[in-house]
């Protein structure tokens, strides 16, 4: 679960897996599929689910934990993989602005409310990386991966919803 295709991504490639997850979630808004909910989630929007063509985005793949839900979820996720929010050795200037083109090229959804989606999600994702970690070492990896980008955008959430928006 830690992604494998994590990297840095251009600034084209934010736009288009950002316009790519809208017209996802377009495509399921209010649907049979989404119940009562707003859309049909992902729930694992991260690049190792896309398919490239020519180092874009261009598809969505591995739909085995869809289930109905918001937008806000499935894109605080998105956001924190495509942006790779925690690593390092992205200058938070960067981070900044990156997230800004991300929410921009998305559309709807306003900076102060992606931190804590993101910040859910991080949550999710540390406990059950926790659960497996009792058994089987890689998980263990995972969680503290997990726990480093939940670390860091607890500690960056301020200036970056305030410089966001």
């Known amino acids: 679960m830690v992604p494998s295709k994590i990297q840095y991504f251009s600034d084209k490639q934010l736009v288009r897996a950002a316009q790519l997850i809208k017209n996802f979630h377009d495509a399921t808004a209010y649907s049979t599929?989404?119940?009562?909910?707003?859309i049909?989630?992902?729930n694992d929007l991260t690049?190792?689910?896309?398919?490239?063509?020519?180092?874009?985005?261009?598809?969505?793949?591995?739909?085995?934990?869809?289930?109905?839900?918001?937008?806000?979820r499935d894109l605080g996720y998105?956001?924190?993989?495509?942006?790779?929010?925690?690593n390092i050795a992205i200058p938070i200037v960067k981070q900044r602005?990156?997230?800004?083109?991300?929410?921009?090229?998305?559309?709807?959804?306003?900076?102060?409310?992606?931190?804590p989606a993101i910040l859910n999600r991080q949550d999710e994702l540390i406990a059950f990386f926790k659960s497996k970690a009792k058994t089987e070492p890689?998980?263990?990896?995972?969680?503290?991966?997990?726990?480093?980008?939940?670390?860091?955008?607890?500690?960056?959430?301020?200036?970056?919803?305030?410089?966001?928006?």
């Open 33 to 38: 599929l989404a119940n009562s909910n707003e």
């Open 138 to 165: 890689y998980w263990y990896t995972a969680q503290k991966w997990g726990e480093q980008c939940q670390q860091w955008l607890i500690a960056h959430q301020g200036y970056l919803v305030k410089y966001i928006e």
């Open 47 to 72: 690049p190792c689910n896309a398919v490239f063509v020519d180092e874009m985005p261009i598809a969505l793949t591995d739909f085995d934990t869809a289930a109905p839900g918001t937008r806000i």
């Open 40 to 42: 049909v989630c992902h």
């Open 78 to 86: 998105a956001v924190w993989q495509w942006c790779d929010l925690g």
């Open 97 to 115: 602005r990156r997230i800004k083109l991300f929410l921009n090229a998305y559309g709807e959804i306003e900076a102060n409310q992606i931190f």
